[in-house]
């Protein structure tokens, strides 16, 4: 599982920062990517990364504010020239369906392969997604819908101890699988084991935290609870909390506070002013540092690996 952010700016380009989107991709786990917004100028920057249009098969936006679903008409027309024939699942506040059938009928688009929306409810919600793969989702605080979204990974079975069964000589074969299953087995020799005494215990599933604009609220905590990543905006530095709050925004130590209290394990601060050149970030991220020091501001292209949980999670300097 790695997460890439493809742009990491609020509200308009700049050279420095494209306006909001990122993926997470589940490659190894479900040979998928999901994208999470999708502003202006997305695919532009796709084309500067080893991302296959083709493999992204969920979008999940966050709210309808321009600079988060610009970039969602040409993505989907291109998706379909770029090997794109699966399904595509687009999840989002009430009007994205008007929004992006409006474009294509307008244009005279066609798309070859089917378009799933789906409209999600404004008091939030859960979504069972594929495999055991789940998102909840709870509206936060920024003048017009905005979600938050919860990805969990389901639990991994816990591995077959080899050493434990090393004393009943069991070859490769059926047996082996049986035991991995949990299941209880008979040797030839008229023993019976329970797969159960020789696992060792499931390996919890990752969760992923992902933050539409928002103010900081009860919500984003709730949604953040104990996850391994928690993507936040930081839209202001931490002197400018008034103004942040005049605009339904965040600044990076609220951001901050956000990662405390639900205790993740990483922070990534995106949605950040262009008034902020790439020099003077450093300034919210030592202000997120000071209250979180696992947060970092994160850059366009910058991507990271989740590990299984019990891994630390390795972070740029």
């Known amino acids: 599982m790695q997460i890439q952010f493809l742009g990491t700016g609020a509200g308009i380009p700049a050279k420095q920062r494209n306006v909001s989107s990122l993926t997470l991709k589940l490659l190894d786990e479900l040979n998928e990517v999901w994208m999470f917004d999708c502003g202006e100028g997305?695919?532009?920057?796709?084309?500067?990364?080893?991302?296959?249009?083709?493999?992204?098969?969920?979008?999940?936006?966050?709210?309808?504010?321009?600079?988060?679903?610009?970039?969602?008409?040409?993505?989907?027309?291109?998706?379909?020239?770029?090997?794109?024939?699966?399904?595509?699942?687009?999840?989002?506040?009430?009007?994205?369906r008007t929004f992006i059938e409006t474009a294509i009928r307008i244009s005279?688009?066609?798309?070859?392969?089917?378009?799933?929306?789906?409209?999600?409810?404004?008091?939030?919600g859960h979504l069972d997604i594929v495999a055991g793969w789940q998102v909840d989702y709870l509206p936060l605080d920024h003048g017009i819908l905005s979600y938050g979204y919860r990805v969990q990974e389901p639990d991994a079975p816990g591995q077959l101890l080899m050493d434990r069964l090393?004393?009943?000589?069991?070859?490769?074969?059926?047996?082996?699988?049986?035991?991995?299953?949990?299941?209880?087995?008979?040797?030839?020799?008229?023993?019976?084991?329970?797969?159960?005494?020789?696992?060792?215990?499931?390996?919890?599933?990752?969760?992923?935290?992902?933050?539409?604009?928002?103010?900081?609220?009860?919500?984003?905590?709730?949604?953040?609870?104990?996850?391994?990543?928690?993507v936040h905006e930081a839209t202001h530095e931490a002197g400018e909390a008034k103004m942040a709050k005049a605009y339904f925004h965040s600044t990076s130590a609220q951001a901050a506070q956000v990662a405390q209290d639900a205790q993740v394990?990483?922070?990534?601060?995106?949605?950040?002013?262009?008034?902020?050149?790439?020099?003077?970030?450093?300034i919210l991220e030592q202000q997120a540092q000071a209250i979180f020091p696992a947060s970092q501001v994160v850059q366009d292209f910058d991507e990271f690996e989740i590990p299984p949980r019990g891994h630390k999670i390795e972070v740029t300097p």
């Open 108 to 124: 005279r688009s066609k798309l070859p392969y089917p378009l799933i929306i789906e409209e999600l409810t404004s008091q939030g």
């Open 265 to 282: 394990g990483q922070l990534y601060m995106n949605h950040i002013s262009a008034r902020y050149l790439k020099q003077e970030t450093r």
């Open 166 to 230: 090393a004393p009943y000589q069991i070859p490769n074969g059926p047996i082996l699988g049986q035991l991995k299953r949990g299941e209880v087995v008979e040797l030839a020799d008229g023993q019976v084991l329970n797969g159960q005494d020789f696992l060792a215990p499931p390996r919890p599933g990752r969760v992923v935290t992902i933050l539409g604009d928002t103010r900081k609220t009860a919500n984003s905590v709730q949604l953040a609870k104990g996850a391994d990543v928690l």
């Open 42 to 96: 997305t695919q532009h920057h796709i084309l500067r990364t080893h991302l296959k249009p083709r493999k992204i098969n969920r979008i999940f936006i966050t709210h309808l504010h321009g600079d988060h679903i610009y970039g969602l008409p040409g993505l989907l027309s291109s998706r379909s020239f770029q090997g794109g024939e699966g399904p595509l699942y687009l999840y989002g506040p009430k009007g994205i």
